[in-house]
């Protein structure tokens, strides 16, 4: 049986990340990655769906010791719209100190996951491609020490164990149960219950609509919580179109379902990806036909198409006395407000690695929130702030963000100059932030975890 000092389930930036940090802490590290099948990847690789937008500051949560190669990059970014049905508000700054020169950049993830790879491998680990995880047995007796069984039945024991299996959870549910009270996992983390789905489409775009440089969400267009289109722009005139919505919503328990763009009188359920995509492109360019648009068959997952759930709800610890530490997606760091989950991905796999290497992973929850826990306050917060709001909420908030924008950010000043409206929001804004100050924001705290 293989025996190494730190296994990692999962192959994305968030696993790939802990292979590189551990290997380069002098552990034999080894990330297991199932392998998924894409359009633009030649060989097996991580799932790599994504609409790939990377802001300025993530650039250095991300704390990469080197640049992303240009050849990873598609565009850069001048700034990103928010869209309401009548309201809009245009961000050409993120407001955060960065050291990235522009507004931000888009990827080619599968590259990005590809160079990750690369970086872990220069630095010792192995990336083991092919095969998935199916069970992990781990013995506690003396000191830690975990038993994973691939799907092919072959064994691999190791001391330290990453679970960066994204944000459905198979292994991550299956591990953190052993530690918790029944029921608890399925309650607060089970995918099908906490995770939004996304659905994306790589379509050719007319040159003359193409934006090269923004990122473009429309807000209150379609129900549910944190659900809404994008258009990303790629290379040439490619934009990748996608959505994200929550998993299983009742479109009878919508109210006011007039009042949402992308919905029709007679849906009787939530309409699919690819529908509302149709829908959005019908009504953003209505002089153009859905021919216009031509899908790109030799991009995402099949036929030009992707789909793949979100992470959508708050972090969990880690059990780090089981020597077990929960990385990126499938601890929850992505953010349900914008879906930005590549930086924090990048940062958990790396702290987890290191840790493991350095056989310290007591260390990974007080350290993963003191790089990542501003932004995970950030959106959660600001995920919570809406939760209820409709296609109205969306223009008052936005006419009110968008009459002060001047100065880049959301001042106490500027709560004056809006009036009660803005003062609300941004109180309500302060007081969410602040009831999920430090350990907080976790919903899952690493006391309830028995080991
Ligand atoms: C449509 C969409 C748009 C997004 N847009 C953005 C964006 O613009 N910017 C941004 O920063 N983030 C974005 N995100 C979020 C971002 O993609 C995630 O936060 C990020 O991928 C998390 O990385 P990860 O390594 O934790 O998980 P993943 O990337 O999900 O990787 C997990 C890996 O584990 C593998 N795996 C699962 N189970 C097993 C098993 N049993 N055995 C072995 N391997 C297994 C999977 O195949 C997968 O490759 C988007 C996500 C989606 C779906």
């Given at each position: 049986?293989?025996?190494?000092?730190?296994?990692?389930?999962?192959?994305?930036?968030?696993?790939?990340?802990?292979?590189?940090?551990?290997?380069?802490?002098?552990?034999?590290?080894?990330?297991?990655?199932?392998?998924?099948?894409?359009?633009?990847?030649?060989?097996?690789?991580?799932?790599?769906?994504?609409?790939?937008?990377?802001?300025?500051?993530?650039?250095?949560?991300?704390?990469?010791?080197?640049?992303?190669?240009?050849?990873?990059?598609?565009?850069?970014?001048?700034?990103?719209?928010f869209l309401g049905p009548n309201e809009s508000v245009?961000?050409?700054?993120?407001?955060?100190?960065?050291?990235?020169?522009?507004?931000?950049?888009?990827?080619?993830?599968?590259?990005?996951?590809?160079?990750?790879?690369?970086?872990?491998?220069?630095?010792?680990?192995?990336?083991?491609?092919?095969?998935?995880?199916?069970?992990?047995?781990?013995?506690?007796?003396?000191?830690?020490?975990?038993?994973?069984?691939?799907?092919?039945?072959?064994?691999?024991?190791?001391?330290?164990?990453?679970?960066?299996?994204?944000?459905?959870?198979?292994?991550?549910?299956?591990?953190?149960?052993?530690?918790?009270?029944?029921?608890?996992?399925?309650?607060?983390?089970?995918?099908?219950?906490?995770?939004?789905?996304?659905?994306?489409?790589?379509?050719?775009?007319?040159?003359?609509?193409?934006?090269?440089?923004?990122?473009?969400?429309w807000w209150g267009a379609?129900?549910?919580?944190?659900?809404y289109?994008?258009?990303?722009?790629?290379?040439?005139?490619?934009?990748?179109?996608?959505?994200?919505?929550?998993?299983?919503?009742?479109?009878?328990?919508?109210?006011n379902?007039?009042d949402y763009v992308?919905?029709?009188?007679?849906?009787?359920?939530?309409?699919?990806?690819?529908?509302?995509?149709?829908?959005?492109?019908?009504?953003?360019?209505?002089?153009?036909?859905?021919?216009?648009?031509?899908?790109?068959?030799?991009?995402?997952?099949?036929?030009?198409?992707?789909?793949?759930?979100?992470?959508?709800?708050?972090?969990?610890?880690?059990?780090?006395?089981?020597?077990?530490?929960?990385?990126?997606?499938?601890?929850?760091?992505?953010?349900?407000?914008?879906?930005?989950?590549?930086?924090?991905?990048?940062?958990?796999?790396?702290?987890?690695?290191?840790?493991?290497?350095?056989?310290?992973?007591?260390?990974?929850?007080?350290?993963?929130?003191?790089?990542?826990?501003?932004?995970?306050?950030?959106?959660?917060?600001?995920?919570?702030?809406v939760?209820?709001y409709g296609p109205s909420d969306w223009d008052r908030v936005f006419g009110i963000i968008s009459s002060?924008?001047?100065?880049?950010?959301?001042?106490?000043?500027?709560?004056?100059?809006t009036?009660?409206s803005g003062?609300?929001l941004?109180?309500?804004?302060?007081?969410?932030?602040?009831?999920?100050?430090?350990?907080?924001?976790?919903?899952?705290?690493?006391?309830?975890?028995?080991?």
């Amino acid at each position: 049986m293989q025996q190494v000092d730190v296994a990692i389930v999962g192959g994305g930036p968030a696993g790939s990340s802990a292979g590189r940090a551990a290997a380069r802490a002098g552990a034999d590290a080894v990330v297991i990655e199932k392998g998924v099948p894409r359009e633009d990847r030649e060989d097996l690789g991580p799932d790599s769906t994504d609409a790939a937008g990377i802001l300025d500051y993530w650039v250095d949560i991300m704390d990469l010791d080197e640049p992303i190669p240009e050849w990873v990059k598609l565009r850069e970014l001048s700034g990103a719209d928010f869209l309401g049905p009548n309201e809009s508000v245009a961000l050409n700054d993120t407001g955060i100190e960065s050291s990235y020169p522009n507004f931000g950049f888009t990827v080619q993830r599968a590259r990005l996951d590809d160079w990750l790879r690369e970086r872990a491998e220069n630095a010792g680990a192995e990336y083991r491609v092919g095969t998935g995880v199916r069970s992990v047995e781990t013995d506690l007796t003396g000191s830690p020490t975990h038993t994973l069984t691939l799907k092919d039945g072959t064994e691999i024991r190791a001391t330290h164990l990453v679970l960066a299996d994204g944000p459905q959870r198979t292994i991550t549910g299956q591990v953190l149960s052993e530690y918790l009270a029944e029921g608890v996992f399925e309650e607060r983390m089970a995918s099908p219950k906490v995770n939004h789905i996304a659905y994306q489409e790589y379509r050719e775009f007319p040159e003359e609509l193409f934006e090269p440089d923004r990122i473009k969400f429309w807000w209150g267009a379609m129900p549910g919580h944190t659900a809404y289109p994008w258009v990303f722009p790629n290379d040439g005139t490619v934009a990748r179109v996608g959505l994200t919505m929550p998993i299983g919503l009742d479109l009878d328990t919508v109210e006011n379902r007039e009042d949402y763009v992308l919905l029709r009188p007679e849906d009787e359920r939530v309409p699919s990806g690819k529908v509302y995509i149709e829908r959005l492109i019908d009504w953003l360019y209505p002089e153009y036909d859905a021919d216009d648009f031509p899908l790109v068959g030799d991009r995402g997952k099949r036929g030009g198409t992707e789909t793949y759930p979100i992470s959508s709800t708050r972090p969990i610890e880690s059990p780090t006395a089981a020597n077990i530490a929960v990385v990126g997606g499938a601890m929850g760091a992505t953010s349900a407000f914008h879906e930005g989950g590549d930086h924090v991905a990048i940062r958990t796999g790396k702290i987890a690695g290191r840790l493991a290497g350095l056989d310290a992973m007591r260390a990974y929850n007080t350290e993963w929130r003191e790089a990542i826990g501003d932004e995970v306050r950030r959106n959660v917060a600001f995920a919570d702030m809406v939760v209820g709001y409709g296609p109205s909420d969306w223009d008052r908030v936005f006419g009110i963000i968008s009459s002060v924008m001047d100065d880049g950010g959301f001042t106490p000043r500027d709560a004056v100059k809006t009036g009660i409206s803005g003062a609300k929001l941004f109180g309500s804004y302060k007081k969410t932030k602040y009831r999920y100050r430090g350990p907080r924001v976790c919903q899952i705290r690493e006391e309830e975890y028995t080991v």
